[in-house]
Every structure is written in C-alpha cells, then in structure tokens.
C-alpha cells in the first residue's frame, strides 16, 4: 500500500490521502500510523481517496473507525446522543471524515458494516473537498 499526501483549499483546509492497494491486516496499522501523524501535524478535515483501493477487509474498517472516534474526540460537532440517534436516523454524517470513490468490494464492506452510514461517500476529490 502507498499513500500520498495532499491539501487543497475548500471552505477550510482538507487533508487529502491518496491510498493505493489494499487497506487490510496487512496494512491497517501503517495506514492508522499514517492518519494519526496526519491528525498530530494538525489536519482535521480528512478525505481518504479509495479509488484505487481494491478492497477494504474489517481491519481497515477498523481503521476508519478509529480515525473518526479521534477526529470527534478533537472536535465534537453534536453530543454523542445526538450522534447516535442521528446515526440511528440516517441523518449524521461526520464533519471532518470523507470518503471517495472506493472500488465495488471495498463499498459494499462499507454498505454491509453500516459505515456509509455515518461516513458520507463523494463520487470525486472535486465534492468531496466541497462538501466540507
């Protein structure tokens, strides 16, 4: 798996990961140590590029999950209430964590866990920097 690193300017600076290859047991943790040295330089709106991401197994849903509860711990939008039952509604989506454009395999993991369904999914960097 490589990473490449990036900022573009929207309404506020995004943080944009470039992942290429598979985001698995393999490679979670060099991908979590990546997000986290991010988050410690200062980024605080992430947008994961997974188009050339072939798969995404429970490891790096994993991974996702633990970027998004750190990004909240740095900067709570809502209560957690508020989170959960706007998770349970179908109407929270997480103000600093983005996601765009993954492979078939790796959207159906996310459908399946549920993660689309805090995580919102932009079909191009060009949204997704747009939509924070």
């Known amino acids: 798996m490589e990473i490449r690193v990036s900022t573009e300017m929207g309404r506020v600076p995004v943080t944009v990961m470039h992942v290429d290859g598979n985001i698995d047991s393999v490679t979670y943790e060099s991908f979590l140590s990546k997000t986290e040295e991010l988050i410690q330089a200062g980024a605080r709106h992430l947008l994961i590029d997974l188009e050339n991401v072939p798969l995404?197994?429970?490891?790096?849903?994993?991974?996702?999950?633990?970027?998004?509860?750190?990004?909240?711990?740095?900067?709570?939008?809502?209560?957690?209430?508020?989170?959960?039952?706007?998770?349970?509604?179908g109407t929270y989506k997480s103000p600093h964590l983005k996601l765009v454009n993954p492979s078939v395999a790796a959207r159906l993991a996310l459908d399946t866990s549920g993660f689309s369904i805090f995580l919102e999914i932009v079909p191009d960097l060009g949204t997704g920097i747009a939509a924070f």
Request: glycine share 6%.
């Open 56 to 89: 995404v197994s429970s490891a790096g849903l994993r991974a996702f999950k633990n970027i998004f509860n750190h990004l909240r711990e740095l900067l709570p939008d809502v209560s957690d209430k508020e989170m959960r039952d706007g998770i349970n509604a």
